[in-house]
């Protein structure tokens, strides 16, 4: 994903995005494994347990292939972005709930 343009409002956000499935395909196994520790990291914060995860992900060619295709879809690149932020918005407010207005829209 490429973001050419973001503004972020009081309770959704507005994105000029670009996307290149191609790209993604393209990527050796490492490099996708790579990416997926990067996003979803070990609890353990030490190289060993984030090397551990790699080898794990790379031992498994099914879950690794279902990685790839996710690293390249727009519905996980807003799941992964969106997530934190109303997690931390809602922790802040004391509050629980849908911080974001309905699913994203495309045009």
């Not at 996307?19 to 993604?24: K, Q, S, Y």
């Not at 914060?45 to 790699?54: G, L």
């Not at 727009?74 to 969106?82: D, I, N, Y």
């Amino acid at each position: 994903m490429e973001i050419h343009a973001y503004a972020i409002m009081s309770n959704h956000l507005h994105l000029v995005l670009g996307i290149d499935p191609a790209t993604v395909s393209a990527w050796d196994d490492e490099a996708v494994a790579a990416r997926w520790v990067r996003l979803f990291p070990p609890r353990e914060d030490s190289e060993a347990a984030v090397e551990h995860k790699c080898m794990r992900l790379l031992a498994d060619p099914s879950r690794l292939d279902l990685v790839r295709r996710r690293l390249g879809s727009l519905s996980w690149f807003m799941r992964c972005l969106v997530e934190p932020i109303a997690r931390r918005a809602n922790r802040e407010d004391g509050c629980k709930g849908r911080f974001w207005e309905g699913r994203f829209k495309c045009q």
